[in-house]
Each structure stands twice: as structure tokens, then as C-alpha cells.
């Protein structure tokens, strides 16, 4: 199977959701968050860092779980970001 590259977009979306999934974390150790989500603590660090922007859904709703979030926190955090208002909408 071949992979699409991911686009600047999906890149900043992916750390934008590592930047809530951090903040949400707060104190609690990497390895604390990650054991209650069933996650390895390495899959957690990328996630949290941008190096996997596309984590699986059952993995971020593990997450959401574990640090007390709900999915349309998530959702709203990893939206694309709209470039130019849409006219339309006002």
C-alpha cells in the first residue's frame, strides 16, 4: 500500500492536536497517560510531537479517554484551519 505524503495542512493539524493532547496530560507522567490508553509511552511522545500528525481514531479516542476529553475537543483541535473566512457563512 502506498502512503499519500501529508500535506502541510495535515502536519499542522497533527500538531495542533499534540499541543491538547500535552496540555490535557498536564503532570501526569507520559507513561501513565499512555498505559491507560493502552498506547506504547513511544507512540504518545510522537503523537504529542507531531511525528505521527495522523494517529489512528481508535488510538486518539483511547486518549480522549484516558485524559478525561471528548471527542469534539479533538475534533475542533485537529479541524482544518480555513485560510479565508468563507463569505458565505457571514
Same mark, same amino acid.
Do not use: M, N, Q, W
Given at each position: 500500500m502506498v502512503r499519500v505524503p501529508l500535506t502541510p495542512a495535515d502536519r *499542522?493539524?497533527?500538531?495542533? =492536536?499534540?499541543?491538547l493532547l500535552r496540555e490535557a496530560r498536564g503532570e501526569r507522567? =507520559?507513561?501513565d497517560v499512555a498505559g491507560a490508553a493502552g498506547i506504547s !509511552? *513511544?507512540? %504518545?511522545?510522537?503523537?504529542?510531537?507531531?511525528?505521527?500528525?495522523?494517529?489512528? $481514531? $481508535?488510538? +486518539?479516542? !483511547? %486518549?480522549?479517554g484516558a485524559l478525561? =476529553?471528548?471527542m469534539d475537543e %479533538? +475534533? +475542533?483541535?485537529a479541524a482544518p484551519m480555513s485560510e479565508e473566512p468563507d463569505a458565505q457563512a457571514v
Open positions: *499542522e493539524r497533527g500538531e495542533r =492536536l499534540g499541543r507522567s =507520559l507513561a !509511552a *513511544e507512540t %504518545l511522545r510522537k503523537i504529542e510531537t507531531g511525528r505521527i500528525p495522523t494517529p489512528a $481514531f $481508535f488510538t +486518539v479516542s !483511547a %486518549l480522549a478525561g =476529553l471528548s %479533538l +475534533v +475542533v483541535a
